[in-house]
């Protein structure tokens, strides 16, 4: 089973992430900022993150740029996930290191779309 | 309610009460940029979050105050306080929908374009150009970070055609005119649309005319909004969005659009012309397209949603659905899986705290949990979310995991769970109590203790679960000052101190509200404005500080300010208008007296009332509320300087620790919290109960101490006194039924002699008869015939004998048992009376025994600042026990503050420490009193030499000593009497004697000590018992007292002392020894020199009155300089002003200042009275205005300096006193 990260300082998003993601059998860890989601990454590797950008503590960016720095960090597949959607957001997103970008709000069939589409399903 | 929107609801409302702060922070300094960050980035989540729950309107109004917030941070937009009005107002319109969400569980039905429409207006900045429209797509509303980008192409990248200028105004010139008859033309567009399309019909149920009237409104709004098609986008696209729920397809648009402009035609008439009509269809097609496009844009930006027919409920929630599985999910345990397999891996621990932090709830407590629940990993978050980043390396795993190891659970679970622990505090308080008679050894005495121990862990542990940090009752605070501040234009800083102090809930909810309103008051009466503490001398930022600190097992709250203080004199008025105290009243009173009455109902002494505060909830509420929980509120204030409340609650309100006392065989509870210690006083014992004016009091370490008899408080003593009449009369009825069954008895046994008699008589008679008969017939037998006859006759004669006999003995015996019964009444009613009698005198023994019993028991207890005894007959233990609320009828006592099982089951009051205090009278002030006068005594000074005497009694009494001219011992046989008066002749003239115990009577001869009162030609003796002493010690009068002659007491040389009013004996020799004073005519008469004395101290105006009398003056007195200068008003003239320099309100100089500002007596000398009397305060004193300055206690000096002042005066026609001071 993989693990997926989800990374949202809103209790409510990690809800609902989860429920999606459990229904597509994966195993959810959660961390309520960034700060929290390297540490979880640094104890293990997961296989994907959902990143929010807007977080206290670490911002999803940064978050972005220390694991792509960490050995191994290169590995888990980053969805980066917000409501920040001009151009200059996603570049920025993707030229840190993410595979794919995600809106806000999302559903069961984006995530399904969006996993399949970076190799996660 | 669901898990999920319930979750959303606290999660928002907790962002929400720290926005609330963070922006007050923001505002005083906009540089921050972490602040501001942090603001927008929960606003940003509100939103964010607001979008899976398909909230559009509340997304919208998130997005829009973010979008400003967004300009804010990019520096675009300047931080005004206007702005930052504005962005509140949002997370208040959040704050309203919220609440209506929760509520209905569904987002209510509204409009806020408006406010919207403000907050884009914002973003743009003022100078923005009416096509600064946005380019946000509607599922993505993200701030637009390039405004000058979407300004340059307008709508150009969603294709749409815009309204020239012409055309806009246009439609809203006839829109305009077609606005009166609103209703027909709503009316006329839904006949044609159905006319058009029936199918539509369906769509539109319920009142047709309500409908139309909400079209009309729509349409209105986004033809005004024209202009700004910001300020109408996310309007127009909401609508867009939910006419997806009704199924309402792209190419119906033109169907209503069909019938809009045919409605229009029909109204208009021949105005419909081309241009307009062209107008409107650009202005329509425009307003269907933007909703088409909000429909599309969304299903754009979901690619999976993209192939489903519009019709799919994008606009619905998303997450609907979702967690209805999420839901079943549970139900079905699916998650449990998963679990297991983590905990083998290296993120187990985290991974399934955060799970069981996430399932608990879900599974627990399926129900919303708005309410604030203890949940201590919010605050600190966001304590720590505030903090900067570099700090947080080490915080942040430590921060992650308080939040991964915290539950919340529903208050109502935590209240139940008090409720179980107070009934087996109970329980357990019973058991104690039955082992307790028992052998120490017992059995149960191990386990009994060691669930004593649980159960008091447990206690605490449940409380603690209710514990909440003082701070969350003060999230609030700094949002309302800071608006406070912008309404009122003054300047406020709020610091709070101890925050973290933590306090049940149930007392936090209670006392959030009270203090707001304080927090109010202060900053609505208290503060100034800038101008006016800048002219004060203050800096002309105002400060409210709030400080909650523990001490002993409650907590206290300080409410403090720096403003103007209380107005007393408005405070007086508004006593005398309400009728709580007459002016004669107010006259005696102190000034923190006086304050107190600011607690009393319906006193608001606000000049108007504005929107901040006088609404009529005045502090009287608050009052109530406070003691309601048990605590008690207090107030200083001195003027000018600022004001001051002090609110002391107990921790919680459950259980306490009570006191359990006994008086007349009743046990009552004093809670601990207000008893300050316990003291048995005895005659012997060196804290002894005296008697002052009939009062008891307590001399307990050199202060007296009120004494309040819980007896006599509860009328205990009346109901024994009622049950020993009773016992009296029943005793008396008792030797009444005596009486009546011994005469009873007695006329029985006369009865059963009579009887007795009779029964002899009767039955001789009737022997004698028998025999006579016998013999007859013996005889005749005899007589007549044989012997045998005679025989068988003789027989039936005896017979016949013993019948009577035997009658006669029973009759006997029926009475001796009838005598014998009422002999047993009359014993056993003897009996009775004994009893009786020995019961009454028992109890009147006690109750003779009761006042002068040697031993006392006295609780001294705190209220507020007041403290006092309660005497009572015996102390027993302290329990913990659970408060239980006074019943209906019982509510109106202000003794008892609740009840209790105590535990041996049986059921006693709590006292109410308030309440007896302030039933017992004057005592709430009397400690106060007792301070203010000390302050006014011992400010000055100082010690006095006083008179120690005796005079009827064992009293001790004092005298200053400074107004005595001489002791005296005279032979009583040296004097006479004349018109009833006792007189001796004394150094040439007729000297009367004033006994100073009224009861005092003269000896026929003997040597009688005296006092001796002296005026230049007239002398008046006090004849005392005995001269005791003459000491110096401090003045402090502890009880003032209202008895003729008597000023108060006061403790001195370690004794409590009476101290002697010398005045009112004098009167008593000479009732003309003051002259008229004591007419105190304001009249000027002839021939006398009226003088003025103002002095705040009673005790100085009793004190130097008698003086200046007897130095020829007419004497008037004032409190105040207010009251001086209404003498002024008055239009009362005097020879000269004497004014103490120390006084509450207007000081001495101010008071000079005044009068010498003033043409009506600026020319009346003025000596000022002080116990300071350097050179500078000299120097000070005639610059004010004073031409004199005398030491307050140098008599002679005053005297003297009178004299010359007003011959100077006099002399030098008033000149200037500074051209005296230069002399």
New interface residues.
Partial sequence: ?K?CLVVD????????A???L??LEF???????G??AL??CK??FPEAVLLDW?????DGLEVLRELRILPGGDAPVVVFC?????M??IQQAIEAGANEYI????????I??KFAQVGLL | MDDLLSEFLTETSEALAVLDVELVKFEQDPSDSEILGNIFRLVHTIKGTCGFLGLPRLESVAHAGENVLGKFRDGVVDVTPEAVTLILKCLDTIRELLGELEESGEEPEGDDSALIAELNAMADGETAPVEAAPDEAEAAPEAAPAPEEAASEPFADSGLVLPTADEIKLVQDTFKLAEPNAAGIAEMFYNRLFEIKPDFKDLFKGDMKAQGEHLMAMLKTAVEGLDDLDSITFAVEDLGRRHVDYDVKEEDYAIVGEALLWTLGKGFGDDFTDDVKSAWTTVYTLLANMMINAVNDAGDQAPAEAAAPPTNDFGAPVAQDLLDEVMAAEANGIKAAPEVQLKTEMAAEKAQESQSDESKPAEANAEATQEKVMDESNVPTQAEEMEPANKEESKAPKESAVAQSSIRVHVDVLEDLMTQVSELVLTRNALLQLVRGRDKDDELTTPLQRLSHITSDLQEGVMKTRMQPIGNAWAKLPRIVRDLSVESGKQIDLEMLGADTELDRQVLELIKDPLTHMVRNSADHGLELPAERVEAGKPERGSIKLNAFHQGGHIIIEVSDDGKGLNMARIREKCIENGVATDAELENMTDQQIQQFIFAAGFSTAEKVTSISGRGVGMDVVRTNIEKIGGTIELKSVAGKGSTFTIKIPLTLAIVSALIVECSKQRFAIPQISVLELVRASARSENAVEMINKSPVLRLRNRLLPLVSLKKLLELDKDEEQTAAEIEKAAEAAAEKAAAAKAAAEKAASVKAAADKAAKEKAESEKAEAEKAANEKAEAAEAAAEKAAGEDATEEDRAQAEKAEAEKAEAAKELAEKVKAAKELADEVAADKAKADKEATAKSLSALDEPSDDEMFIVVTQVGTSTFGIIVDQVFDTEEIVVKPVSPILRDISFYSGNTILGDGSVIMILDPNGIASAAGQLDTEEEQEETTAQAVGQEGEIMSLLIFRAGGNDRKAVPLALIARLEEIDMADTETSHGQVMVQYRGHLMPLIPCDPGHEFKAEGRQPILVFTDSDRSLGLAVDEILDIVEDKLKIELASDAPGLIGSAVIDGQATDLIDAGYFLTQGFPDWFGTASQGAFQKKDGTRRALLVDDSPFFRNLLSPLLSVAGWEVITAETADEALKMRELGNTFDVIISDIEMPGMDGFEFAADVRGDPRWKDTPMVALSGHSSDDDFQKGREAGFNDYVAKYDREALVSGLAQTVAGAARGNGAPPVAEAAE
């Avoid at chain 1, 195993?27 to 900022?33: G, L, R």
């Avoid at chain 1, 917000?82 to 001009?86: I, K, Q, Y």
């Avoid at chain 1, 809106?103 to 984006?110: A, G, L």
């Fill in positions: 089973m693990t300082d809103s209790k409510v998003i990690r809800m609902v989860r429920k999606i459990e229904d195993q959810v860890v959660e961390a309520v900022d700060r929290e540490e979880a104890k293990k807007n977080m206290p503590v670490m917000t409501t920040e959607n001009d200059n957001h809106m806000k709000p999302f559903d069961s069939e984006i399904q779309a």
